[in-house]
């Protein structure tokens, strides 16, 4: 249905209301930076975090707006790699959730500050199987760690939001360990960037990323990074 529902959009239907927590009006929550986090002295130069929010469209184009963030790749993440296909992905019976694969500069940017951003402006973790207008366990909320140290801060992180009482009902966040991603289709990559006008876009993803620049201006780079500029997925 939520991928019917883009479509709809596509084709120049009505523009979407925007349903989600994650709206313009409410992207500026006070989410605390995180108590536990990885220490950017003696970091490795390079990282990556995979992380599910709703969208693929809108969680990509909104990290390759992220100062340390050298590329985003839109992808699946939950099931096998002979079930990871958009047309596939939207029945729902396949595991995957629609994901990015964030390569970023632990030295500039740690993994906890992406967690800040992933939970105060990027999605509504306290929507279960659903974002806005897309329903479906494939826009479920999660994360994906790919080590023991990730595990540990995200687990941490939700444990401290929670506690804090930031959100008016409880993180829905899944914390699992990473077991493959997989590239989604050309045609989905960056694709916020090539239709900035598009009414999906405009409604639901835009107001992310003016958001980041409101909420974490010393995270935001104008310029994004191009998925292509870095190769391919």
């Known amino acids: ?34 108590a536990v986090d990885a ?5 490795p130069a390079s990282e990556t ?21 050298t590329r ?7 099931g096998a790699r002979a079930t990871a296909i958009y047309e596939l992905v939207g029945t729902e019976t396949t595991g995957h959730a629609e994901s990015v694969q964030i390569t970023f500069d632990p030295r500039v940017i740690s993994y906890g500050e992406l967690l800040r951003i992933y939970f105060s402006v990027a999605h509504d973790p306290t929507e279960l199987d659903r ?33 804090a009482r930031v959100f008016g009902s409880a993180i829905v966040t899944r914390v699992e360990k990473l077991s493959g991603f997989y590239a989604a289709e050309g045609y989905h990559q960056d694709f916020l960037l090539h239709n900035p006008t598009y ?20 995270m935001y780079r104008d310029k994004p990074v191009v998925l292509a500029q870095s190769g391919a997925p």
């Open 131 to 163: 974002q806005g207008p897309d329903t479906g366990s494939s826009y479920r909320s999660e994360i994906f760690f790919a080590s023991p140290v990730q595990e540990k801060i995200a687990r941490a992180y939700i444990a401290q939001i929670n506690g």
């Open 72 to 78: 985003v790749v839109a992808g699946y993440s939950g």
């Open 39 to 43: 220490p950017k002295a003696g970091a």
């Open 199 to 218: 009414p999906y876009i405009v409604f639901n993803d835009l107001p992310k990323i003016a958001a980041l620049k409101r909420v974490f201006p010393a």
């Open 49 to 69: 975090a995979v992380l599910a929010g709703g969208c693929f469209w809108g969680m990509q184009g909104l990290f390759e707006h992220v100062r340390g963030v």
């Open 1 to 34: 249905m939520a991928r019917i529902f883009r479509t709809v959009l596509l084709a120049g239907g009505l523009a979407a209301l925007c349903l989600s927590a994650a709206c313009a009006d409410a992207l500026d929550r006070a989410v605390p930076a995180p």
